[in-house]
Every structure is written in C-alpha cells, then in structure tokens.
C-alpha cells in the first residue's frame, strides 16, 4: 500500500471514528435523558400505589362500617318482626272484645258497688240475692272484658309506636347503607381508575427500559468498534512511518550516491579530496 493510500485510509478512519464518538456522546445523552424519565416514571408508579393504598384504608372503613349497619339491620328488621307478630296477636285479643271498648267502666263499678252494699246492708230475700249475685257476676264480667280491651288498646298504640321508631331507623339505616354503597362503589371506581393509569405508565417504563438495554448495546457496540478502528489506526500509523522511513532513506541514499559519484570525479582529477569527501567515498557519511 502506498503512502497516498495509507494517508486515505487513516483519514477516513479518523472520519468514521469522529462520527462513532460523536455517536457515543448522542447516545449517552439520550441515556441520561431516558434515565430522568425512568426516575419520573418511577415516581408516579409511586405515587399512584401511596393513593391506592390510601383509598384502600377508606375502603376497608367503609366497608367494616356498612357490615356494623347490616348487622344493625337485621337486628331492627328481627325486632319489627316479633313487634308486628304481638301486634297482630294482640289485636286479635282486642277483636274478641273489642264490643266491650265503650262500656261505661266507672258506671259499672258504682252498679256493681251498689249491689253489693245492698246485699250486706239489707235483708233480702234469697231469691232476689241470688238474682243480684248473678248479675254482679254479670257485669264484673263485663268489667273485666272493658277493662282488657283497654289495656289491649293502649299496648297496641304503645307497638304502633314501637313499630313506626323502629320503621323510622330501618329507613335510615338504609339510607345510610346506600350512602355507603355509592361512597365504596365510587373509591372501588378510583382504585379502578389509578390502576388504570398505573398500568398505562408501567407500559411506558416497559418502554423506557427497552430503549436503554438497545442504547447501551448500541454504546457497547460503538465502543468495541471504536476499539478496532483505533487498533487499525494505530497499525496504518505506523506501516505510515515505516513507508516514510524507507522512503527517507532511499532519498538519502540516492543523495550519498550523487555526491559519491562527484567525489569520485574528483579524485580522478587528481582533485584534492577533503575529510567529508573521504567519508562520503568510503561509506562513513552520514547527514
């Protein structure tokens, strides 16, 4: 290879090489870049789990308060259900007897008190005793029937009012149960929503990932490139100084020789000859 060829070759090595470390220099700055958006990427994953993790601890309040709520629930629907059964019982009493509700009981009593002041304070006979025995047995039992439709009456507002209290809580309770429905319902939602974009943004560092495993064999690959261009480099470098070292010496010894063959007309001339000019005919001359 001549020295022209040799010149061409380094040149363009070193053209290839400026290029690969130019490439080298890209590289490692998108590295960097890709590195900082890893590092963001990282940090809203982060986020996003801290808020997941969040509205889980609200979830799981939610949830253990709507079990409470059920479970109240099921007590007052079990209470409204025993309360209506001994109402309906109870009304049932009250039917049977419900004909003795206006009987006069203060007027009863006096009769029946009455009666019997008149059997002790008066002599009479046994037949008309008898008579009015049976009908203070009469209307005591008369009495006593007003008297229970009564009581039967006032228990029945008193479970009337049970029911419509305990009616009163159901149908709160079940507003809040709803309330707490939608409210779980909205933070499942949420969670849904965040694990969504979570997903979106791990897909992305999937990405980024991806990209820096190519650019770093990418920068690998330059490198051992740039590795064999600088041996070849150095090799063409120095198959250059050895093509210009032979070349020297074939000037200097062409030169010598010119000079030998002017010495050596003059020593045929008879020509004095001096120290170099002795050298320069014997071989001992050199520049």
Excluded: C
């Excluded at 209307?139 to 009163?168: C, F, H, P, V, W």
Aim: proline share 1%.
């Amino acid at each position: 290879m001549t020295e022209e060829e040799l010149i061409k070759h380094i040149s363009e090595l070193r053209d290839e090489l400026k290029k690969l470390e130019e490439l080298k220099l890209s590289v490692r700055d998108r590295i960097n870049e890709l590195k900082k958006l890893k590092s963001k990427h990282l940090e809203t994953i982060k986020t996003y789990r801290d808020k997941v993790e969040e509205i889980r601890r609200e979830l799981n309040e939610l949830e253990s308060r709507k079990k409470e709520l059920i479970v109240k629930r099921r007590e007052i629907i079990s209470g409204l259900r025993s309360l209506k059964n001994e109402f309906f019982s109870r009304r049932k009493e009250l039917d049977e007897v419900s004909s003795f509700g206006k009987v006069p009981v203060d007027s009863i009593r006096r009769k029946i008190d009455s009666m019997e002041w008149k059997i002790i304070t008066e002599s009479l006979p046994l037949q008309e005793e008898n008579r009015i025995i049976r009908e203070i047995g009469r209307l005591e039992g008369m009495l006593n029937k007003a008297l229970e439709a009564r009581k039967l009456s006032g228990e029945l507002l008193d479970l009337r009012a049970q029911i419509s209290s305990l009616t009163y809580e159901l149908s709160s309770l079940n507003d809040e149960i709803d309330k707490l429905t939608s409210e779980i319902n909205s933070r499942r939602e949420d969670i849904s929503n965040i694990n969504k974009s979570r997903e979106e943004i791990k897909r992305k560092l999937d990405e980024v990932n991806d990209e820096i495993r190519k650019l770093v064999q990418e920068l690998i690959s330059a490198s051992i490139k740039i590795k064999e261009l600088r041996e070849k480099y150095a090799s063409l470098n120095q198959k250059l100084r050895e093509v210009r070292i032979v070349r020297a010496k074939q000037v200097e010894e062409k030169i010598i020789e010119e000079k030998r063959k002017l010495v050596d007309e003059k020593r045929k001339k008879g020509e004095r000859l001096t120290l170099e000019d002795l050298k320069i005919l014997y071989g001992e001359y050199h520049e």
